[in-house]
């Protein structure tokens, strides 16, 4: 087992008490700085948080309301406590650090009702520096044997008045552009994660981790305080929002709470409240760059269906695979191999063991492992789970059977069909589940789109690696496309749930040979940027592979690494911009972007070097911006030390990306990095 996990648990304390009312008990994180209390005002039980002394979360209720029978909301009595430290530093088998480490205090409570039936309820409290994790439990008990849960009662009942960044509660998707308004206008339901800044600058995002056998859960605005936000879970057709067996643990409800954004981006809490590795072995799960048949099926250059354009053909895929192995990716991905597109919408559409007659997967298959390339195979479901069940085994032996690594999954319809289901609700959670399970078996890697959100079950299974679920590039081909600040949310929102699968990496940025009407809304700069920024352990270089023949740019895709030592945040304003660098070995990768606006940006160097190292900088030029002119970039290597400070003007919807590698010879060959801003403008000329 490939993943280190060193545990320290101390048993502080545990109490066994009378069942007693009217109690109230704390428990802080280990710096002191962050507080949960829990209250059982007349047996009802609230939680509140205080931050450094200053109230976040007033009391907040707890509980669940069930079908058929009494509500679990108390009034309750203590029956036992129990507190204790939990320490441990993890070593995941891929990620944005080698290491992770993980701190926190945790309270358990066993609640028990005060009266008839006298049921059982448990409360986990754990307490980090960096947030709140809290779940629910029903232990196993005489005469509670199924649960029907109309509706899980948390609040997150606010202190102040806050900046949200949100998305609405659509059952069926996460691919919307994110709102900015404040916490007291809010009028929709709103996906997690849900982040905040707070007047007293508290950045907060309220999100799930381990989400198993459970719904997703959105959050609704209070009807009577506008600063409070319900628990509204996703519902079954019939109305129930969990179906469950005794016992039953809840999903960890979060709270992450920094002093600055980049708080929220160095955090681990998701990760941190998972259960450890369950595969033995690990060593067929590898992060990949890859390239795939796949925007030319968004543009309109080729067809998903068998036909004069269809993309998934032998000679093509095998151009893709010859292009991987000549530059320095891993992986090709191929959408449109299988029998039925002609289908889609239809009953009993797509088959995962028939390849279309165009697409001789032997041969390609063979050629692949000839050129040391990875196939990344292509499940789109259409949203027909069921029928998808009915084929997983096979389905995934027939991966096996062919060497492919790494399958992406898709469920892109508006509802799951026949069942009439939604993406998020219980019964979509246990079948993604299923299908990691099955993938477990067979060895294969999964890049889920149309998913449920990411709650750290990467820990537990690794190969579960990516994921959609964001408005990602492909509404750039066929919408009025994602705006140039969209991607400077994402690291806040989305991406503090996991891994996301973007697909960045456009260079031709207007495509109008294909669609006029479309663009991707970015400099050329921000695209190399944003394979940084937006950190995935399956990272598509998503252009068509010509169009970056000859591409002087393409050279930091071949260089940038994907799986990484360690991560440090050097800027982050939310929906502003975002600076990122990550260290592979000796290397560093540099990704800074912008919004809309134009940005002078200043990094002082000595937060990530210790010597001097070359730095090869990609760089919009002086007269760039996304929408006249996207373009234009400054390519250029200079010499890096810790004590210069970096000087560089984004463009409008422009970035940076920058490797900084070794010095090994040469020294005087390159100019000071203190020149660069400079040659941004000289490059005008
Ligand atoms: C939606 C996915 O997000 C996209 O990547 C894929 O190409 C299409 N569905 C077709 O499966
Ligand atoms: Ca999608």
Known sequence: MSTRVYLFTAILLIFSCKPETGNQFSISSPNGSITLSLNLEAGKPTYSVM???????????????????????????????AENEIE??????????????????????????????NRSMNLFFRVFD?????????????????????????????AENANCWWIPADYNSYEKVYTRSLLGDLLDSLHTPLTMETPKGHFISIHEANLTNYPSMTLKPSADDSLKLICDLVPWPDGDKVKAQVPMLSPWRTIMIGSDARDLLASRLILNLNEPNRLDDVSWIKPMKYIGIWWGLHIGKETWVQGEHHGATTENTKRYIDFAAENSIQGVLVEG????????????????????DDFDIAEITRYAKLKHVSLIGHHETGGEAPYYDEQLEDAFAFCRKYGISAVKTGYARTSIE??????????????????????????????????????????????????????????????????????CILPFTRLLAGPLDYTPGIFDLEFNQFKPDNRVHTTLAKQLALMVVIYSPLQMAADLIENYEGQPAFQFVRDLNIDWDETRYLKAEIGEQVAIARRHGEEWFLGAITNEKERDLRLPLDEILDSVMVAECYTDAGNTNWESNPY??????????PSDTLRVKMAPGGGLAIRFRPLHAHKDKFPSITDLRRDQFVQNL
């Open 51 to 81: 931050v450094d002394g200053v109230p976040l979360i007033r009391p907040s209720a707890l509980g669940y309301q069930l079908r058929g029978i009494p509500d679990l909301v108390g009034p309750f009595s203590v029956r036992q406590k």
């Open 88 to 117: 441990e530093t993890w070593s995941p088998v891929w990620g944005q650090e080698k290491q992770i480490y993980s701190h926190s205090n945790q309270l358990k409570v066993e609640l028990v009702e005060n009266r008839s039936p």
């Open 130 to 158: 960096d947030g709140i994790g809290f779940r629910y439990e029903i232990p196993d008990q005489e005469g509670l044997d199924s649960l029907f849960i109309s509706s899980e009662l948390t609040e997150f009942n606010f």
């Open 337 to 356: 191999w299988n029998h039925d597109w002609e289908r889609y919408g239809q009953d009993r559409a797509f088959k995962f063991t028939q390849p279309y």
């Open 418 to 487: 026949p069942i009439g289901e939604t993406h998020h609700g219980q019964w979509m959670v246990q079948h993604y589940r299923r299908v990691v399970e099955m993938a477990a078996k067979y060895k294969v890697a999964l890049n889920v789109h149309e998913p449920v959100k990411p709650t750290g079950l990467s820990r537990t299974w690794p190969h579960m690696m990516s994921r959609e679920g964001a408005r990602g590039m492909e509404w750039n081909a066929w919408s009025e496309g994602n705006p140039p600040s969209h991607t």
């Open 632 to 641: 234009p970039m400054l390519i250029k290597s200079y010499l890096a030390s």
